[in-house]
């Protein structure tokens, strides 16, 4: 389990595009370090590393800084999500919202 690579390069304006043509709601993409922050990579990442001894609290930091690290993978990949108009109403965990972005909110 987890061993697997599934990254793939994407064309996301393309995809975006027959997405909406289809009548999909379309959150705007977001960064992989967006989405996991976003989701609670931290929070979760620090309560598999409480109590732990300092090696263990080492590699979560290290997968953290690899996941979402501006010079490692958070960067890099970007995540989309596709769906149904209404399937989540004006809020999909992981992404910014279009009342976010009329805020300026990060």
């Known amino acids: 389990a987890g061993r697997c690579d599934l990254t793939s390069h994407v064309d996301f304006e393309a995809l975006i595009q027959i997405a909406k043509a289809a009548g999909c709601a379309v959150p705007t993409p977001?960064?992989?370090?967006?989405?996991?922050?976003?989701?609670?990579?931290?929070e979760r990442a620090g309560a598999l590393g409480s109590g732990k001894n300092d090696h263990i609290q080492e590699q979560l930091r290290?997968?953290?800084?690899?996941l979402a690290g501006a010079?490692?993978?958070g960067n890099?990949?970007?995540v989309a999500a596709f769906g149904a108009p209404a399937s989540l109403g004006?809020?999909?965990?992981?992404?910014r919202t279009a009342d976010?972005?009329?805020a300026g909110q990060q």
């Open 100 to 102: 976010d972005e009329a």
């Open 90 to 95: 004006n809020r999909w965990p992981g992404f």
């Open 30 to 42: 977001t960064t992989q370090a967006a989405f996991l922050l976003e989701l609670g990579l931290l």
């Open 76 to 78: 890099l990949f970007k």
């Open 62 to 66: 290290a997968a953290v800084e690899r």
């Open 71 to 73: 010079d490692a993978m």
